[in-house]
Structures are given as structure tokens and as C-alpha cells.
């Protein structure tokens, strides 16, 4: 079992930056591949960024260029760096932990990001 906690959404202007925490406590950290997912409102859930174990790299088109992801094994925690936002990039952000070989896949409650003017 593994417990998520995101941090760091808010409200910014367009062209501004945030980065999002994910702290995660419980199974090892190590084994999990992570990812950063967005959910505006009326659509679906999707994939923003993802990184695995070992420090590979996935990035949707619209995050290319503009945010990085990283994880600190040591701290057992998931960023997301996001710069030059742009009012598409609100919604709710979710931190997800998954391991594909067991077949498991946990969320964190979820982190208000609003670009607005």
C-alpha cells in the first residue's frame, strides 16, 4: 500500500510557473513508476508526465518543453516543474504510483492548478 500526497497547486497568471510535490509513504518507493496526471473540467483524466525507477522519462505533447518531472528516491517524493503556463494547463493535478509487474496503481487525492488572468 502506498499513500500519496500532492502539494503546490494554486492560482497563477498565465506565462507563470508552479511545481507540484508528491510525497509518498508506505511500500518502497523505488519500485513504483510515477506519474503526474490532469483532469480539466468535463474531460477525461490524462497523462501529463511519467517517469520509472530508474529515471526515464514520458511527457504528453502539450507538457513538452514546458515541465519537467523528477522523483528523489531518497525523499521518497515526485515533482513536477511547470513554466510557461497557459489556461489550458488548469485542472486538478493527480500523483499516481504504479507497478505494472504487480498489477498495481495508486492515486493521490488530487492538486487544484488554475491559470487564469
Known sequence: QVQLV????????????LRLSCAASGSSFTIYSMGWYRQ????????????????VTNY?????????????NAKN??????NSLKPDDT???????HNAGRRISFWGQGTQVTVSS
Open 40 to 55: 480539466a473540467p468535463g474531460k477525461q483524466r490524462e497523462l501529463v508526465a511519467a517517469i520509472t525507477s530508474g529515471g
Open 91 to 97: 485542472g486538478v493535478y493527480y500523483c499516481n504510483a
Open 60 to 72: 504528453a505533447d502539450s507538457a513538452k518543453g514546458r515541465f519537467t518531472i523528477s522523483r528523489d
Open 6 to 17: 500532492e502539494s503546490g497547486g494554486g492560482l497563477v497568471q498565465p506565462g507563470g510557473s
Open 77 to 82: 517524493t515526485v515533482y513536477l516543474q511547470m
